[in-house]
């Protein structure tokens, strides 16, 4: 038999309302590639769960690009592999998919070609491919991570979150481009808006690794991204103001959207007043109750 390796990698969340491409959240919703070498002269991806009738099954898969990409670095050939995907991460939600795919393929490429590169030089390949580091960074590192990117070369620093923090997400039954959520994002914003967004980003940060829930429902606001993708999502505003009548310590936008996520104590109905309001402009949504993962992408075989 030949080589085999598995990866687990979370979802993720990001940009966490103000700290628009700094920083993401693992999450504990898994995708799973699998990368076996079968000996043969093909190139094979099967597909089970999320995006099975949807997904390419040849090199324009996204975890076939990121293996391939790593295998060309150590001169390795994709013909004679096989790809197993399990996916259970929802495609353009908001929740990581496509950095799950990224991750995933260059980890497990990585472990077949014996490790040659660190998870930093990991990171950078990742990010290189997905264009932004947020969520890349948050899948492969775990837990809350920020980074920040100075002439080509990324920095980052990631914590474990309290364990009661929960996330209460509700996912909306249609799609969102990370493509056109950004088309409608515009090149200059005032510099009253960044400010804002500054000092909320320096209290979030903070609130995140001491656990001072009290003050999320300020740190969470954003002028920057946020009140531009509102278009695309009907009934985001008033979604974010019934999670906090629910309870809800503060609630953002997931990445480009359109998964709404709140953050709460455990226990209460705060997807549900969300997913309320959304139906109300006509939108069905699937509501999850999701927690941080402190591990970022492993190898489970």
């Known amino acids: 038999m030949g080589r085999r390796v598995a990866v687990r990698v979370p979802a993720t969340t990001a940009n966490l309302g103000p700290g628009f491409d700094a920083l993401g959240m693992a999450l504990k919703l898994y995708n799973t590639v699998e990368l076996e070498e079968t000996g043969g002269s093909g190139f094979q991806i099967e597909i089970t769960g999320e995006g099975e009738d949807l997904l390419p099954r040849g090199a324009g898969n996204l975890v076939a690009r990121a293996i391939d990409k790593l295998f060309h670095k150590v001169n390795y050939s994709l013909q ?59 899948a492969l590192l775990g837990g809350i991570v920020a980074v920040a990117e100075q002439d080509g070369n990324y920095f980052y620093t990631n914590f474990t979150p309290p364990k009661e923090l929960v996330i209460y997400a509700v996912i909306p039954n249609f799609t969102l481009s990370t493509k056109a959520a950004r088309s409608v994002l515009p090149e200059l914003v005032p510099m009253k808006d960044v400010v804002f967004n500054l000092g909320r980003v320096a209290l979030l940060t903070s609130i995140l690794k001491e656990g001072n829930w009290d003050l999320l429902t300020v740190a969470l606001k954003d002028r920057i991204h946020q009140p ?74």
């Open 80 to 138: 004679g592999w096989k790809v197993r995907l399990e996916n259970k991460i929802p495609l353009q939600r908001g929740l990581g998919s496509s950095a799950s795919a990224i991750v995933g393929g260059l980890l497990a490429a990585n472990a077949v070609a014996g490790s040659p590169f660190s998870q930093r030089e990991l990171l950078a390949q990742a990010i290189e491919i997905e264009g932004h580091p947020d969520n890349v960074a948050a």
């Open 228 to 301: 531009y993708r509102s278009r695309l999502i009907p009934g985001m505003t008033e979604a974010f103001e019934a999670a906090e009548q629910a309870g809800a310590y503060g609630a953002v936008l997931s990445g480009a959207g359109p998964t709404l996520i709140a953050f709460g104590p455990p226990g209460l109905e705060i997807g549900e007043a969300m997913g309320r309001v959304l139906r109300t402009y006509g939108i069905e949504a699937e509501i999850r109750e999701l927690e941080p993962s402190l591990q970022g992408a492993y190898i489970i075989k």
